[in-house]
Nanobody, 116 residues
Framework: QVQLVESGGGLVQPGGSLRLSCAAS????????MSWYRQAPGKERELVAG????????DYADSMKGRFTISRDNAKNTVYLQMNSLKPEDTAVYYC?????????WGQGTQVTVSS
């Protein structure tokens, strides 16, 4: 079955960087677009970034443009999220997501905390 496992979260100071990874299995990874979402306490889950099957096209939420970079390695069935210039408002649980046959699949999430 579809399995998404995120890693790489942690505590970082404002202005710092983190690289999240999401290892995928249970489906043909290279044929699906992938995305990252996040959910802060008390807030709705929001789209962070998306990437096409071959990585040739990416898209970002406005507040992440220029700071976050999504990428993928189809040989490793992994999608990444490089986060730079982190701000306290980036604190959230970050989720990897794939939409397959009209259904959203999520990982367990990885906590990112930006604080001094």
């Amino acid at each position: 079955q579809v399995q998404l496992v995120e890693s790489g979260g942690g505590l970082v100071q404002p202005g710092g960087s983190l690289r999240l990874s999401c290892a995928a299995s249970g489906f043909t990874f290279s044929t699906y677009a992938m995305s990252w979402y996040r959910q802060a306490p008390g807030k709705e889950r929001e789209l962070v970034a998306g990437i096409t099957t071959d990585g040739s096209s990416t898209d970002y939420a406005d507040s992440m443009k220029g700071r976050f970079t999504i990428s993928r390695d189809n040989a490793k069935n992994t999608v990444y999220l490089q986060m730079n210039s982190l701000k306290p408002e980036d604190t959230a649980v970050y989720y990897c997501c794939v939409v397959r046959v009209g259904r959203f699949y999520w990982g367990q999430g990885t906590q990112v905390t930006v604080s001094s």
